[in-house]
């Protein structure tokens, strides 16, 4: 589930959306009222529960260390994965996302170094009726992306975010405690930063 040329989507579990508001998210960093939406490379982001936490990691070309690519991602195991916890594996089977089609024209990417996200400051109508995103493993698989099931994602993220690989960490504060406090606090941001929201 990808956006077409000129469009950006916003996925969700609401399927009776008509019109999308600008507003302000409850864990947003900015203090900016907007509609958020994601491109194609950002679209698997969202294949989730909305509240799944989850720690993605990329290749970045001409960045990523071989070491590092065969470290996070795992030798021949292709350039991104999405590591999720194991409680929420029902989930990723039972969850009814929907995506919305809406025009680009009226957002801009947001985050920095690299956009995360697209935003607009005005309202939204979708450009059609909302569709079903289906099997949200499936859509993994079908984009050579890999699903990682694991106990604790602070072990993982913490060589992700000192690492040569693009990260993003969505809803992490939904994640069980880390196994002790001695590690501090995550970094909920690296080259490519979280959607608020």
């Known amino acids: 589930m990808r956006p077409e040329p000129g469009q950006v989507l916003h996925f969700s579990e609401d399927p009776t959306i008509t019109r999308f508001v600008p507003h302000v998210a409850a864990t ?3 203090p900016e009222a907007y509609v958020w939406a994601v ?9 989730f ?11 970045r070309p001409g960045v990523t260390t071989d ?9 021949g195991c292709g350039d991104r994965v999405h590591a999720i916890e194991y409680a929420w594996w029902d ?3 039972t969850t009814r996302l929907y995506a919305y089609r809406l025009p680009a024209d009226p957002f801009r990417p947001i985050g920095d170094p690299l956009p995360h996200a697209h935003v607009a400051c005005e309202p939204v109508e979708p450009l059609g009726p909302p569709e079903p995103v289906g099997d949200l493993i499936a859509c993994h698989a079908a984009a050579g992306i890999q699903l990682r099931l694991l106990d604790d994602l602070w072990s993982f993220w913490d060589q992700v975010v000192t690492s040569t ?10 994640a069980a405690p880390r196994p002790t406090r ?7 941001s690296g ?7």
Do not use: K
């Not at 529960?49 to 290749?59: D, E, F, H, M, T």
């Not at 690989?165 to 939904?174: D, P, V």
């Not at 080259?191 to 929201?197: F, K, N, Q, T, V």
């Open 28 to 30: 947003a960093q900015q």
């Open 39 to 47: 491109d194609h490379e950002r679209a698997p982001d969202y294949w």
């Open 49 to 59: 529960p909305r509240q799944c936490p989850r720690a993605l990691a990329w290749v």
């Open 67 to 75: 070491t590092d690519r065969d470290r996070i991602i795992g030798a």
């Open 91 to 93: 989930a990723m089977r």
């Open 165 to 174: 690989i693009a990260f993003s960490g969505i809803r992490l504060r939904n």
């Open 182 to 188: 001695s590690q501090g606090l995550p970094r909920l």
């Open 191 to 197: 080259p490519a930063s979280p959607r608020p929201g």
